[in-house]
């Protein structure tokens, strides 16, 4: 069935053409193959044509929900919500790693208008309002204090969101 994986269109076309030569025991197996081929090619197209759209994963889902057939309709939700996580892991692998590179850089230095140059640089508000602090620490002579409530919320997060926590960059919370 490697025809009804590349082109669900075709494969049933030549099903139809041919299917007076397959054995009729063949015909249930080959039918559901098609079937559900078709289903996720649709919810492929489907989906890739709402991406398009520039709308937002919500909007996505619900023009998703006017899809009448359910199949259809579930698998289309599906392929949205999994390209939205896909998404929203690689954002979040982006952004650790520039995280990752701002805090290297400045960490290597031992220049303090080196050091706020890198801090320039930064895009992200939060990032940047954290290499302020460990500016301050490491040029001004401030020193550290335990933020207790955030360490308490990074701790429950690692409690409720395993997964999430695992993908947070803790250096960011220095």
Same mark, same amino acid.
């Given at each position: ?15 139809? $053409? ?21 289903? =996720? ?45 896909? $998404? ?8 650790? =790693? ?17 050091? =706020? ?58």
């Amino acid at each position: 069935m490697r025809r009804a994986d590349e082109d669900s269109t075709e494969a049933r076309r030549y099903y139809e $053409e041919h299917k007076k030569d397959i054995a009729g025991s063949d015909h249930v197996g080959i039918e559901k193959v098609l079937r559900e081929n078709g289903v =996720q090619q649709f919810a492929m197209r489907k989906a890739d044509e709402l991406w398009l759209t520039g709308k937002s994963e919500e909007e996505q889902i619900n023009e998703a929900y006017k899809i009448n057939n359910p199949e259809r309709r579930d698998a289309t939700i599906s392929r949205i919500k999994a390209r939205s996580a896909d $998404e929203r892991r690689f954002e979040t692998e982006k952004y650790n =790693q520039n995280l990752q590179q701002a805090y290297s850089d400045f960490n290597a230095t031992s220049s303090a208008t080196e050091a =706020q140059a890198i801090i320039d640089r930064v895009a992200n508000p939060s990032v940047k309002e954290q290499l302020r602090k460990e500016y301050d620490y490491k040029f001004k002579g401030k020193t550290k204090e335990t933020d207790w409530a955030l360490y308490y919320n990074l701790q429950q997060l690692a409690v409720d969101d395993p997964d999430k926590f695992k993908d947070t960059y803790l250096l960011s919370y220095k």
